[in-house]
């Protein structure tokens, strides 16, 4: 199973994101790639990408569950995101392989990935053999790592987890009141996402990013949609923000390069899932 995090959250507004703002003079169904962008949506949308990453930091659980033919899959991260380091716990289970767990912790440049067995065989592309040596261990990437590394660096920082998190076309504002507190609801199409070391992702259907009234930080994101006969439903939940995120090096661990150099990965195989859960796509 691969697991890509797109938490899909957005950004075309700035740097690198991914939500695409485009306008059309047809159909008005929110619900509807076509649908016009609304400028008082596109507005707060900027408004609570800029308020999460000025905050610097903040808590995350995301959850994906996707129903294909093969069966149903599912995936839980729960994470913190950083503007330079962040950290990611992330289970997974699904018809073909199983139960799986791993956790990635960046630093700045640097990706750690420590998982079990299943979790290193699916996600750093490595043999059996090599997995069952290394579960449990630290396991360091670099940038020369390529693909393997982009896939495990997705989506952990704050920049990141936003961009690759929420995807949609900003074409309705609306409003909602939950547990007293007022907030503002975006909602529209969902938009292709470019994952690192994963391509884009494109998937048919809706999102709604809840943010709060008072301080247009994003308090909930849910998605629904389909790609290639697979129904996906995404939620992801944002708190403590500002607050200091424990991710610190390892003090031990062993590289991803020496263990590539020792013929431990299986040849033709792809760079696996990565430590991004991507709510649109589980392949």
């Given at each position: 199973?691969?697991?890509?995090?797109?938490?899909?959250?957005?950004?075309?507004?700035?740097?690198?994101?991914?939500?695409?703002?485009?306008?059309?003079?047809?159909?008005?169904?929110?619900?509807?790639?076509?649908?016009?962008?609304s400028?008082?949506?596109?507005?707060?949308?900027?408004?609570?990408?800029?308020?999460?990453?000025?905050?610097?930091?903040?808590?995350?659980v995301?959850?994906t569950?996707?129903?294909?033919?093969?069966?149903?899959?599912?995936?839980?991260?729960?994470?913190?995101?950083?503007?330079?380091?962040?950290?990611?716990?992330?289970?997974?289970?699904?018809?073909?392989?199983?139960?799986?767990?791993?956790?990635?912790?960046?630093?700045g440049?640097?990706?750690?990935f420590?998982g079990?067995?299943?979790?290193?065989?699916?996600?750093l592309?490595?043999?059996?053999?090599?997995?069952?040596?290394?579960?449990?261990?630290?396991?360091?990437?670099?940038?020369?790592?390529?693909?393997?590394?982009a896939?495990?660096?997705?989506?952990?920082?704050?920049?990141?987890?936003?961009?690759?998190?929420?995807s949609?076309?900003?074409?309705?504002?609306?409003?909602?009141?939950?547990?007293?507190?007022?907030?503002?609801?975006?909602?529209?199409?969902?938009?292709?996402?470019?994952?690192?070391?994963?391509?884009?992702?494109?998937?048919?259907?809706?999102g709604?990013?809840?943010?709060?009234?008072?301080?247009?930080?994003?308090?909930?994101?849910?998605?629904?949609?389909?790609?290639?006969?697979?129904?996906?439903?995404?939620?992801?939940?944002?708190?403590?923000?500002?607050?200091?995120?424990?991710?610190?090096?390892?003090t031990?661990s062993?590289?991803?390069?020496?263990?590539?150099?020792?013929?431990?990965?299986?040849?033709?195989?792809?760079?696996?899932?990565?430590?991004a859960?991507s709510?649109?796509?589980?392949?």
């Amino acid at each position: 199973m691969f697991i890509a995090v797109a938490i899909l959250v957005v950004v075309g507004l700035l740097a690198g994101g991914g939500v695409a703002l485009f306008g059309s003079s047809s159909p008005t169904n929110p619900s509807s790639p076509l649908a016009p962008v609304s400028p008082a949506a596109r507005t707060a949308l900027r408004q609570a990408i800029a308020a999460a990453e000025s905050a610097g930091s903040f808590h995350y659980v995301s959850s994906t569950t996707t129903v294909a033919s093969s069966g149903t899959s599912s995936a839980t991260t729960l994470g913190d995101a950083g503007k330079s380091s962040g950290v990611q716990e992330i289970t997974t289970n699904d018809p073909t392989n199983g139960p799986a767990s791993f956790t990635v912790l960046v630093v700045g440049t640097t990706a750690y990935f420590r998982g079990d067995v299943p979790a290193i065989e699916e996600n750093l592309n490595l043999t059996s053999q090599v997995a069952q040596a290394h579960s449990g261990q630290w396991i360091s990437l670099q940038p020369s790592d390529g693909s393997v590394y982009a896939s495990v660096y997705a989506a952990v920082n704050t920049h990141d987890a936003l961009a690759e998190n929420i995807s949609i076309k900003p074409q309705q504002l609306g409003s909602a009141t939950q547990g007293g507190k007022n907030l503002d609801t975006i909602t529209g199409a969902l938009t292709p996402v470019v994952i690192p070391g994963q391509g884009t992702q494109n998937m048919s259907g809706t999102g709604t990013l809840e943010i709060s009234a008072r301080t247009h930080l994003p308090v909930r994101y849910d998605e629904h949609g389909t790609s290639k006969g697979q129904r996906t439903t995404f939620t992801m939940t944002f708190n403590s923000y500002g607050e200091q995120v424990a991710a610190n090096a390892p003090t031990s661990s062993t590289t991803y390069a020496s263990i590539a150099a020792s013929g431990g990965t299986n040849p033709g195989g792809g760079a696996g899932g990565g430590g991004a859960t991507s709510p649109t796509f589980l392949t």
